[in-house]
């Protein structure tokens, strides 16, 4: 069974950093294909994409982020992240990461699409 595990999140001020991690297991990031998503959610909005990456390390961008998050990964790690710059209080949220198998992220924006989850890491951005 693949398990995902965030850290990570925490208080920041606006105009702060902050990078979040997630940790698979029972997962190889060697396989064919795959990918890895990270996605956030308010109490106020449905989940939404962040970023995602696939296994031949392309990535995408919701449009809020571009240029100030960067998504990566390390493959012999099993290690995910989003390192968030410059960040908004309009990112508060609670991030997640998620994966799914066998498929690149061609229409992969939606949580629709993502089978395995990480139980979230909260970040709120304080003006």
């Known amino acids: 069974q693949v398990r995902l595990v965030e850290s990570g999140g925490g208080s920041v001020q606006a105009g702060g950093s902050l990078r979040l991690s997630c940790q698979a297991s029972e997962f190889s990031f060697v396989r064919a294909k795959y990918c890895l998503g990270w996605f956030r959610q308010t109490p106020q909005s449905e989940r939404e994409i962040v970023a995602n990456i696939a296994s031949t390390g392309t990535t995408n961008y919701a449009e809020s982020v571009k240029g100030r998050f960067t998504i990566s990964k390390i493959n012999n790690q099993r290690m995910l992240y989003l390192h968030m710059d410059n960040l908004k209080p309009e990112d508060t949220a609670l991030y997640y990461c998620?994966?799914?198998?066998?498929?690149?992220?061609?229409?992969?924006?939606?949580?629709?699409?993502?089978?395995?989850w990480g139980q979230g890491t909260q970040v709120p951005v304080a003006s």
């Open positions: 998620a994966a799914r198998l066998g498929r690149t992220c061609d229409d992969a924006s939606s949580d629709q699409m993502f089978t395995y």
